[in-house]
């Protein structure tokens, strides 16, 4: 038996209010410009299919109350994120900084990540040296996020609209293709006391002993961080945080692993393991490392 998921990759669209962000996905899904949109409340959502390929495109409210809200949760389980900046609005670069550094702390390492300086045809805009002073956008180069590019764009024009649209749906799509499955090192259920009802290491050996000694390193410095961090990095791996009613969930996976489908893994297992709770049944490492094998993903 297999448990057959089917997963459409998420790219965010970040930047302050203003910045040209829902403008951008108007210019991407018609090839015509409009600006007499209303300030995006919450989130939009579009879709955007390409070939066989659907992408879920989420664009952000750019105000303070939905970038503190809402962004942390869509941009830590994307695929692909754009961060859209407005080059005339010299005022608030602080606060841009601010907002682009967080959304590079939140996004899966895996993720791609594209920097608009949008609005580039205009008369006043700041020049891109200028950026990428001002936003320190060098310090990439030492980020571990693996794929990052900058795109200086118009939605007036259509400049690189296109092109940055197909570097990043196209590096998304060969980066999930070549990762089906998912290395699932262990596995924890907890209580709403956060005392563990199942906790199973799935390697042997030196593994299961390194293993052993990442989860004492979350178990003493982040399991009180539960409620509101989603993941973290410890060493080699990732550590995926789950909740379902008044339980929870551990996962530790491979960090060169696509993060997208190594959460989506764990809440498969996370569901599947709690309904056999329910129901009263058998539940072992076999049992287990059985559903885990059993999951297959289609794009």
Not at 274 to 282: D, F, G, Y
């Amino acid at each position: 038996m297999s448990i057959r998921k089917k997963i459409h990759p998420m790219i965010t669209i970040t930047g302050l209010e203003k910045a040209g962000k829902t403008t951008f996905i108007h210019r991407l899904k018609t090839g015509e410009f409009k600006d007499d949109f209303n300030p995006t409340v919450g989130y939009d959502l579009s879709i955007i299919k390409e070939e066989d390929y659907r992408f879920d495109v989420v664009d952000l409210g750019g105000q303070q109350a939905f970038r503190s809200t809402f962004w942390e949760n869509f941009v830590s389980s994307c695929q692909g994120c754009i961060f859209v900046f407005d080059r005339t609005d010299k005022d608030r670069m602080e606060l841009v900084k601010e907002w682009l550094w967080k959304v590079e702390e939140w996004l899966p390492k895996d993720a791609n990540f594209a920097f608009f300086a949008n609005k580039s045809d205009q008369e006043d805009s700041l020049n891109i040296e200028e950026i990428v002073k001002e936003l320190d956008l060098t310090k990439f180069s030492e980020s571990p996020l693996k794929s990052f590019r900058i795109f200086e764009t118009s939605s007036v024009t259509g400049q690189n609209i296109k092109e940055c649209w197909t570097w990043l749906s196209q590096s998304i799509r060969r980066r999930m293709e070549a990762k089906h499955s998912v290395k699932v090192y262990s596995f924890e259920i907890l209580d709403d006391r956060l005392e563990p009802i199942i906790d199973e290491i799935f390697v042997e050996n030196e593994k299961k002993t390194e293993i052993q000694e990442v989860k004492q390193v979350f178990q003493a410095h982040s399991l009180k961080m539960i409620d509101s961090l989603p993941s973290i990095n410890i060493d080699n791996y990732v550590v995926h945080m789950l909740k379902k009613g008044d339980y929870y969930a551990i996962l530790y996976v491979d960090k060169d692993d696509e993060q997208s489908l190594a959460r989506e893994t764990g809440l498969t297992l996370f569901f599947e393991v709690l309904s056999r709770m329910k129901r009263e049944l058998k539940i072992d490492k076999e049992i287990m490392e059985n559903l885990i094998d059993s999951v297959k993903w289609e794009f």
